[in-house]
């Protein structure tokens, strides 16, 4: 992989990561990953395996052709809450499903 692509990987991994309002030791440790190890994917110094693609993936709710290519994905875009709920069990989705009642009515 050349070294441009490897530096929009990082600026989408960082992007995302500030957007989740987490440190990068946080986003380590959510994807199980070491934290030096993380900062050098952001920072471009690092090529991944197929493995931390996936843990990144799923712990930053990001498609893995997002975090490769830049396409798939667009913020706020209402198919990212469906994927959320599409990986969730049906307690989790129970529990959404109530947190969302509770945020709606707070709402109105």
Known sequence: MEKQQLSEIGQRLRKRRQELGLTREKMSELAD??????????????????????????????????????????????SAVLDLLQRCTPRELKLAEEILKLFLMRIE
């Open 33 to 78: 990953i070491g934290t030096g190890y993380y900062g050098q994917l952001e920072v471009g110094t690092s090529q991944m395996s197929i493995d931390t693609l996936i843990k990144l993936s799923r712990s930053m709710h990001l498609p893995m052709e997002y975090i490769l290519f830049g396409t798939g994905y667009e913020p706020g875009d209402s």
